[in-house]
């Protein structure tokens, strides 16, 4: 059985990425950078299964994508960039910054 890595904000904070830089999707989050997700701009999306930063990030397939987390049995994991209420990644080459 193997140990699950969580990415802490503060190993975020000492990297100097952007956020989408620094997770990739599947990765387990901190509880301060879920607080940052839902602090950074009121949420687009929040309730007991997925957080989504409340500014759009991109347009695909004629909607806007928002950047996601989705709360998994092993807690909440980075899903990347979704249409709104959704956990399915939907842009590979993000160009944003948080």
Not at 28 to 36: A, K, P
Not at 62 to 87: E, F, M, P, R, V
């Amino acid at each position: 059985m193997s140990v699950k890595t969580i990415k802490t904000y503060s190993q975020w904070s000492e990297s100097r990425k952007d956020l989408s830089e620094f997770l990739q999707i599947g990765d387990i989050v901190d509880e301060e950078i879920v607080d940052f997700c839902l602090n950074v701009l009121p949420p687009k999306t929040w309730n007991n299964s997925i957080i989504q930063i409340g500014e759009a990030v991109d347009f695909v397939e004629g909607k806007q994508t928002y950047s996601t987390l989705k709360n998994t049995s092993d807690g909440w994991i980075w899903a990347g960039t979704c249409h709104k209420g959704q956990t399915e990644n939907k842009v590979n080459e993000l160009n944003y910054t948080f």
